[in-house]
């Protein structure tokens, strides 16, 4: 359902020509975030993130 959403959300900014901009998870909202901004400092992924996924994929 999350990436049907996020889909739908960039689709429209593509139509609408909002270029520049990624579609993010804001609490329960799809929001449109300047590139620039997502990109402005590195992000980790916790070591308990990559715990869980190895429960679904080893």
């Known amino acids: 359902m999350?990436?049907?959403r996020f889909g739908l959300?960039?689709?429209t900014?593509?139509?609408e020509?909002?270029?520049g901009k990624m579609?993010?998870?804001h609490g329960t909202?799809?929001?449109r975030v300047p590139?620039?901004?997502a990109t402005e400092k590195l992000k980790l992924v916790p070591i308990e993130r990559y715990k869980e996924a190895e429960?679904?994929?080893g």
Do not use: K, N, Q
Request: proline letters at 0%; zero cysteines; charged letters at 10%.
């Open 23 to 25: 579609v993010a998870l």
């Open 13 to 15: 900014a593509a139509h």
């Open 35 to 37: 590139l620039a901004s």
């Open 2 to 4: 999350l990436a049907t």
């Open 17 to 19: 020509g909002d270029w």
């Open 9 to 11: 959300h960039a689709i």
């Open 29 to 31: 909202d799809i929001v």
């Open 55 to 57: 429960v679904f994929f």
